[in-house]
């Protein structure tokens, strides 16, 4: 199971942090992330679809979190700076990347020295990346696998820039 307390003990938030959540979906890690870093910190979240980042905008809102700020584009073309984020996180997102390599590689250009990615996947999600095929990706995009947690049908694994 992908559950939020396992993404948190595998992804290891701090207060004050910049997150990137790349796809979002429904919001239904973006909340936990937002309370996770507080007030100082924030959650970027980055969508192809507008319609996720509207709702997921009115759910933070209805639980008062001021930190989530929304960016519509493509993740082959990421518009932060770079070395600028803490940790980016994508759940069951990977393999919808048409062009994962360029993705990979985006991500490891806006991650901040010692940062983390951190990716969820579950067995059954029809674009599902198993680890072994992620670990092969990220290594061609110089990001180094560091751990995981779960097994090889569901699990949150951390990998960070080499």
Known sequence: MITRERLRSVLSPQPGERLL????????????LA????PEGRVEIFDLQQEFLDHVGRLAAERGLENVLPTQGDATALPYEDASVDAVILVAVLGEIPDRAAALSEIRRVL????????GELFGDPHFTGLGSLKGQAAEARLGY?????NRLAYFARLAPE
């Open 146 to 150: 560091e751990d995981h947690s779960g």
């Open 112 to 119: 901040k020295p010692g940062g983390r990615l951190v990716v």
């Open 35 to 38: 309370e996770w870093v507080g």
């Open 21 to 32: 959540e790349i796809g979002p979906g429904t919001g239904y890690y973006t909340l936990d």
